[in-house]
């Protein structure tokens, strides 16, 4: 029970992961992108649509993520170019995408609520003989499924990333702009591929939410754009601390969805835990880190 | 307003229209019934024109509440929380406490208010204590709020005779006037300009008003100036916060005469584009509250008439919101892009 407990908290911190690994790119370069939501949404809908069109997963997961990579530029050109707020435009794209997915739900496939889809092709995933006797390890370690350990290794090369020069530059747009500046970095081309990398993550992220169910509905999301938020602010510009944060969040998202299996909680409430501990991190965490600046000198 | 500052919002809208003009000549069967219902539904009748001026009457209050968190430089994305809860909550106590006609009506307005204060100050208070941005921890408590009102709907104040989650009838005699019956205009319009008009004065003429300035333009100098930073933070949300849910309780006081779920939907975060659509002038937020109704009864009307999806108005609002922030027409490079109007 409990090993099963922590593989779904794997398996539910992975897409919140790889989406706040995205969002903490766009923070290291001081300018956070809050339209992961909504570009998640997107993706779902996409990924699950072009991977049964076209019978390859593999196209719908690519599909997704250019779709997400345009809308991540999209936040950023607006806010560049029209001079735009870009929290507003992140609110706007978020809005958008809302109403987006149920009018495409309802004009391609005729239907606003759950859509099942048959004909998914299936997506291979990685079984690890090695624990055939081994039934915790088994249950923790094997099968998961090429989108995950996508995930898992683009979590390492995001952390491969922050030591190249590119992200000890973005490193430095987002610390002081104005000394990058007269230090010669281009720093619109720096920012630009803060977001490419946020699109392309977010893209991933939402893949992985539907295209394993084969299923989409409208409220898929569910909020985990804004926990991925959470876990990018908290952890920084450090991916494995990120990384940290989200697996504290996916343990709450498992927990919920178990709660709402096995026991009669309204489902409003089962919807809410996650957010309430989310929040419960957040205030812990930024307690400790103001006892930790009150003690420094 | 300078003629330039004038042209941007212009262009927002036109834009909106021909955007939504697209989407639904695509979307419908009958395109040209449809764009004739979306755009000149509204003004076919008075009933309807009633009803428009109905529906902007929730965005002024949220319009004017998020105006109240961008004049002093703070984010409140927990709008849609503290207008449904505040008012969930204001209308359970009125149907629990037996009092006299007037002060009911005060009593709700009174208790929604404080909750919707109080939703607005803990993310405000995180902020100020412990450095946690409010942008995310006022959406996500707001967030909460609306699943625990969902709840409160749906499980243990729910009517038991009604076919959907609301709560009891409020008294009839507890509601706002109407003004132009059969359509749902009352008397709550009529507050929610008054509100605005306070505030715009308030803004221009007092201590305040002032400070909320000083904070806004710049917080540190503001500190250095001996101005309490944090307070005025504080005060801003909380007003925001408050008025957000008086807009939720005269709503339900002026339109539905009780609590039901979902019936919100997305006021809470239209308000920001509303305020920022007039650059966050309190005395023109009504002016850009019609806007976003209009285009909610457009679309509504609409799929009245002729069947239409009705999301088409949230993708709608989107782009509004994308847009709403944005200067076509101002040389780049002297404006801060990361300031809020």
Not at chain 1, 174 to 193: F, P
Not at chain 2, 25 to 52: A, C, D, K, V
Not at chain 2, 207 to 219: A, H, L, Q, T, W
Not at chain 2, 272 to 296: G, Q, T
């Amino acid at each position: 029970m409990l090993t099963q407990l922590l593989r779904s908290s794997i398996s539910s911190a992975l897409p919140i992961t790889v989406a706040a690994i995205g969002a903490s790119f766009t923070q290291t370069v001081g300018k956070l992108n809050i339209a992961i939501e909504g570009t998640m949404l997107v993706s779902c809908f996409v990924s699950v649509y072009v991977a049964v069109g076209s019978n390859s997963w593999l196209l719908g997961v690519t599909a997704a993520m250019a779709l997400s990579c345009l809308l991540s530029l999209f936040v950023w050109l607006v806010h560049r170019y029209l001079g735009a707020n870009i929290f507003v435009v992140g609110l706007g794209v978020n809005l958008a995408a809302s109403g987006l997915v149920v009018l495409l739900s309802s004009t391609l496939l005729g239907s606003k609520g759950t859509i099942f889809f048959e004909e998914m092709p299936r997506i291979p995933a990685l079984r690890l003989e090695v624990f055939e006797h081994n039934e915790t390890l088994l249950t923790l370690l094997s099968d998961y499924n090429v989108l995950e350990l996508t995930a898992m290794l683009l979590v390492f090369v995001s952390w491969l990333i922050t030591k190249t020069p590119l992200g000890l530059r973005m490193k430095a747009v987002g610390k002081n702009e104005s000394v990058a500046r007269q230090l010669g970095l281009n720093i619109d081309g720096i920012r630009i591929s803060s977001f490419i990398f946020c699109g392309l993550f977010c893209g991933l992220a939402g893949s992985m939410l539907s295209l394993p169910l084969s299923l989409f509905v409208s409220g898929m999301t569910n909020n985990r754009g804004w926990l991925a938020l959470v876990a990018a602010v908290l952890g920084g510009d450090n991916p494995l601390g990120v990384l940290g944060v989200s697996m504290v969040l996916g343990f709450s998202v498992a927990l919920s969805n178990r709660l709402q299996l096995f026991t009669a909680l309204p489902a409003e409430i089962v919807l809410s835990i996650p957010l309430i501990l989310t929040l419960c991190v957040v205030l812990i965490y930024s307690i400790l880190k103001t006892g930790e600046r009150g003690r420094s000198p | 307003m300078t003629r330039r500052k004038i042209l941007s919002p212009v262009l927002t809208v036109a834009i909106a229209f021909l955007v939504s003009a697209a989407i639904l000549g695509i979307t419908s069967h009958q395109p040209r019934e449809t764009l004739r219902w979306f755009f000149l539904g509204p003004f076919t009748n008075l009933y309807f024109l009633g009803n428009m001026l109905a529906t902007s009457i929730p965005l002024i209050f949220t319009g004017l509440a998020a105006c109240l968190a961008f004049s002093a430089g703070v984010f409140n994305l927990g709008l849609e929380g503290q207008h449904y809860f505040g008012a969930i909550i204001g209308t359970i106590v009125v149907l629990n406490v037996p009092t006299s006609k007037v002060s009911s009506m005060v009593l709700a307005l009174a208790v929604s208010f404080l909750v919707g204060a109080l939703l607005a100050l803990v993310p405000m208070l995180l902020r100020v204590k412990l450095g946690f941005s409010e942008l995310i921890s006022s959406f996500m408590i707001g967030q909460v709020f609306i699943y625990v009102g969902d709840f409160l709907l749906n499980g243990p104040f729910r009517d038991p005779e009604a076919a959907l989650a609301a709560t009891r009838y409020l008294d009839e005699t507890v509601v706002l006037a109407k003004i132009l019956p059969p359509s749902n205009l009352h008397a709550g319009y009529l507050i929610a300009i008054a509100l605005c008009l306070m505030f715009a004065f308030v803004r221009r003429r007092s201590v305040m008003g002032y400070e909320f300035k000083m904070v806004k333009g710049n917080p540190r100098f503001a500190k250095i100036y001996g101005m309490n930073v944090e307070r005025i933070w504080l005060l801003a949300m909380i007003l925001s916060g408050g008025v957000a849910a008086l807009g939720g309780m005269v709503e339900i006081l002026g339109v539905y005469g009780r609590a039901v779920r979902g019936f919100s939907h997305g006021n809470g975060f239209n308000g920001i584009a509303v305020s920022l659509l007039v650059r966050n002038d309190p005395a023109l937020i009504f002016l850009s509250a019609l806007f976003f109704a209009y285009l909610e009864s457009g679309a509504e009307i609409a799929s009245l008439m002729v069947q239409t999806p009705a999301e088409i108005v949230r993708l709608v609002q989107g782009i509004v919101f994308c847009l709403v922030t944005a200067e076509f027409l101002f040389s780049r490079g002297e404006r801060d892009a990361d300031s809020i109007a």
